[in-house]
């Protein structure tokens, strides 16, 4: 492992130290950070300035072709306490449990931040400097910059306006449908097309 890419460390909140578990195909940027209880699926891009810490809350998973762009922080809240898993801090998908769950095709955009309990599902774009924390995002999702989402659940298929604060079930259920005319439709599309061949490229640069 290269000194960017490390385990964590023991502490009351984590027993066990673990090493990122990083795919060959993914590329972290030397000024990024990867450390401890992680997961980073195939041709995934970690830009440069990221820092996707499983050092507190664990384990955090990202998977394939997702992007996390600069600046993007991954943490979340302790999820292991006087020998037991602190529940109220994990997310689940497919029977397994996370503290932090961030799908496939995903978008972290530049200074996002998600901060556990979190799940972010498949093909999703979490805009520029929003902050989703203790809550869960659908798949096929366009969350515009500058959004706060706290303690809340979005839909499959809904886009959340940029600079909103969702902070309530019954705002995040209010939230609109994405429909043929919205403007950042295909957004993710092009977003992931980029950061997958970007992880391509600077792989075999470095081969």
Known sequence: MSSNIHANVVAPFS????????????YVHPLAAVIGAVHIGK???VAPGASVRGDEGQPIWVGDEANVQDGVVLHALETWEHGAPVEKNLVEHQGR??????GDRVSLAHQAQIH???????????GMQTLV?????GQGCVV??????????VADGRYVPAGSVVRTQAEADALPIITDDYAFKTLNKGVV???THLAD???AKES
């Open 144 to 153: 515009e910059p500058k959004c706060l989402l706290l303690g809340v659940k």
């Open 15 to 26: 027993p066990q130290t673990a090493e990122p578990d990083i795919d060959p195909t993914a």
């Open 116 to 126: 556990g309990p979190a799940r972010v599902g498949n093909d999703t774009f979490i």
């Open 193 to 195: 097309h980029v950061n």
């Open 43 to 45: 041709r995934v891009m």
């Open 201 to 203: 490229g600077y792989n």
């Open 97 to 102: 449990k996370y503290a932090i769950y961030v």
């Open 133 to 137: 924390f203790k809550s869960e995002v």
